[in-house]
Nanobody, 128 residues
Framework: QLQLVESGGGLVQPGGSLRLSCAAS????????MGWYRQAPGKEREGVSC????????YYADSVQDRFTISRDNAKNTLYLEMNNLKSEDTAIYYC?????????????????????WGQGAQVTVSS
């Protein structure tokens, strides 16, 4: 079964940090561009950060630039998102996705164009 499974979400105070992981099973990530997305209640899904196959190119939404860092370990078949200086507006369900034929920018902006595979999501809540 082809799956992406997110982990590492939780409750954190403003200014705190979390690290999300996305592990793939049933397929290998080394031919996929990968990305993190989030959806807050009442809002549309937005692309947070995406990374090219070898990790040489990345894309970040303006709202997370300089606070979040995306990385991947193809040997471990895992994608990561390091989130620092978290704010209440970062509260959302975070999803990872894998797509082929995309750039980091295009996968984040229009994942629907690339028949992306999606994880089930991980809740991140930033609150005091």
């Amino acid at each position: 079964q082809l799956q992406l499974v997110e982990s590492g979400g939780g409750l954190v105070q403003p200014g705190g940090s979390l690290r999300l992981s996305c592990a793939a099973s049933g397929f290998t990530l080394d031919t996929y561009v990968m990305g993190w997305y989030r959806q807050a209640p009442g809002k549309e899904r937005e692309g947070v950060s995406c990374i090219s196959i070898r990790g040489l190119n990345t894309y970040y939404a303006d709202s997370v630039q300089d606070r979040f860092t995306i990385s991947r370990d193809n040997a471990k078949n895992t994608l990561y998102l390091e989130m620092n200086n978290l704010k209440s507006e970062d509260t959302a369900i975070y999803y990872c996705a894998a797509g082929r034929g995309a750039t980091a920018h295009s996968l984040c902006v229009r994942p629907q164009d690339f028949d992306a595979r999606w994880g089930q999501g991980a809740q991140v809540t930033v609150s005091s």
